[in-house]
Nanobody
Framework: QVQLVESGGGLVQAGGSLRLSCVAS????????MGWFRQAPGKEREFVATISRSGGVSYCADFVKGRFTIARDNAKNTVYLQMNSLKPEDTAVYYC???????????????WGQGTQVTVSS
């Protein structure tokens, strides 16, 4: 089992920045690829970004390219999502997830955190 706890969400004005963190415990963090997803009210959970076990490979959804960056620190068992130039449409609950491989669909991940709310005001 892997336990994931997200933090760093909050209320920010459009154009602002937030950095989300997700701390893992329970098993070897470096054995898992990590992903970030988000879910807005009334919408399905959607892919945001993913990073490989070593951190050498990462990619993100087109709608966040140039604004969001995923990174990980295996020594700290933590994955980050740096979010810049935030827009009101980025408002959602953000979830981190762990799985054996990188991927852009929820079925690629075995473990999920509880989520952290991000609200962007206009």
């Amino acid at each position: 089992q892997v336990q994931l706890v997200e933090s760093g969400g909050g209320l920010v004005q459009a154009g602002g920045s937030l950095r989300l963190s997700c701390v893992a415990s329970g098993r070897t963090f470096s054995a898992y690829a990590m992903g970030w997803f988000r879910q807005a009210p009334g919408k399905e959970r959607e892919f945001v970004a993913t990073i490989s076990r070593s951190g050498g490979v990462s990619y993100c959804a087109d709608f966040v390219k140039g604004r969001f960056t995923i990174a990980r620190d295996n020594a700290k068992n933590t994955v980050y999502l740096q979010m810049n130039s935030l827009k009101p449409e980025d408002t959602a609950v953000y979830y981190c997830a762990a799985g054996p491989w990188t991927g852009a669909t929820t079925d690629k991940y075995d473990y999920w955190g509880q989520g952290t709310q991000v609200t962007v005001s206009s």
